[in-house]
């Protein structure tokens, strides 16, 4: 059974960090292009960040700020957020891809407020 789970949002001031953790079962992460979306109120999911076997890509407004990484022996993908704002405020979502293959978690709720 395929599973995608994520943990690691909360409530952080402006500035702070959070590490977002998704955890997969089902498949190995290393097969599939991982990313994070996130979706904020009254607005569209957006990609955050892509991981494939040899490259990663970020959204402009993520670019020097969040990280993404893979622990292939843990079979979880994280997302490093860092100097965190009060727009990156969203639910953010672990979806993985592999040719007609497409996964999703439940989300995690990041708020940035003071």
């Known amino acids: 059974q395929v599973q995608l789970v994520e943990s690691g949002g909360g409530l952080v001031q402006p500035g702070g960090s959070l590490r977002l953790s998704c955890v997969v079962s089902g498949f190995t992460v290393r097969s599939f292009t991982m990313s994070w979306y996130r979706q904020a109120p009254g607005k569209e999911r957006e990609l955050v960040a892509t991981i494939t076997s040899g490259s990663t890509n970020y959204a402009d407004s993520v670019k020097g700020r969040f990280t993404i990484s893979r622990d292939n022996a843990k079979n979880t993908v994280y997302l490093q957020m860092n100097s965190l704002k009060p727009e990156d405020t969203a639910v953010y979502y672990c979806?993985?891809?592999?040719?007609?293959?497409?996964?999703w978690g439940q989300g995690t709720q990041v708020t940035v407020s003071s």
């Open positions: 979806n993985a891809r592999f040719s007609f293959l497409e996964y």
